[in-house]
């Protein structure tokens, strides 16, 4: 089992900057693909970055392309997911997820546990 616990979520102003963290338990974090996902009211979930065990591969959704860093601290058992100039399009709850392999895909369905999400809220 793997227990996953978000934050910095909030409110931010049309370009500027968040950074989320997801703190994990359980499972041995080293060897854990981890990924973040958002979604909004009545659309799917969607993937917005992954990372690989080691943070040496990294995975984006082109709509964060160049925006969004994913990068992770095995010392801290703790993933991020930096966001720069954030848009409005952006506003969702993100998820933080984990899988049960060292490599990162960009599929929910082969993640394993979630945390409960966090709002990020971008105003225009």
């Known amino acids: 089992q793997v227990q996953l616990v978000e934050s910095g979520g909030g409110l931010v102003q049309a370009g500027g900057s968040l950074r989320l963290s997801c703190a994990a338990s359980?499972?041995?974090?080293?060897?854990?693909?981890m990924g973040w996902f958002r979604q909004t009211p009545g659309k799917e979930r969607e993937f917005v970055a992954a990372?690989?065990?080691?943070?040496?591969?990294?995975y984006y959704a082109d709509f964060v392309k160049g925006r969004f860093t994913i990068s992770r601290d095995n010392a801290k058992n703790t993933v991020y997911l930096q966001m720069s100039s954030l848009k409005f399009e952006d506003t969702a709850v993100y998820y933080c997820?984990?899988?049960?392999?060292?490599?990162?895909?960009?599929?929910?369905?082969?993640?394993?546990?979630w945390g409960q999400g966090t709002p990020v809220t971008v105003s225009s």
């Open positions: 997820a984990a899988r049960n392999s060292r490599f990162a895909v960009n599929l929910k369905e082969q993640f394993d546990y």
């Open positions: 359980g499972r041995t974090f080293s060897s854990t693909a």
């Open positions: 990372i690989n065990w080691s943070g040496m591969a990294t």
